[in-house]
């Protein structure tokens, strides 16, 4: 089992920064991914970025250039920092740990950005 425990949500204007936090714990395995999704109301859950084990990133388009994940020197927490938020980012952001057999979800945390 996986514990993933999230952080850092709110309510930001635009322009703003937030920093998301995912700490995870349990039976980790050294070959995983971690990441960020979200969903926004009445649409599909879809991916924000994710970072393999050995440093390696993905991003979704809409987010290159303005977001940045980070995992800390023990690699069982990721970091998403959101800078120049944009009204369409406001969703419900979840952490996602995913191994060779299993995947896990955080509970998720809103992020809401307006004026």
């Known amino acids: 089992q996986v514990q993933l425990v999230e952080s850092g949500g709110g309510l930001v204007q635009p322009g703003g920064s937030l920093r998301l936090s995912c700490a995870a714990s349990g039976s980790l395995f050294r070959n995983n991914v971690m990441g960020w999704y979200r969903q926004a109301p009445g649409k599909l859950r879809e991916l924000v970025a994710t970072?393999?084990?050995?440093?390696?990133?993905n991003y979704a388009q809409s987010v290159k250039g303005r977001f940045t994940i980070s995992r800390d020197n023990t690699k069982t927490t990721v970091y998403l920092q959101m800078n120049v938020l944009k009204p369409e980012d406001t969703a419900v952001y979840s952490c996602?740990?995913?191994?060779?057999?299993?995947?896990?979800w955080g509970q998720g945390t809103q992020v809401t950005v307006s004026s």
């Open positions: 970072i393999s084990a050995s440093g390696a990133t």
């Open positions: 996602n740990y995913k191994d060779m057999s299993s995947e896990y």
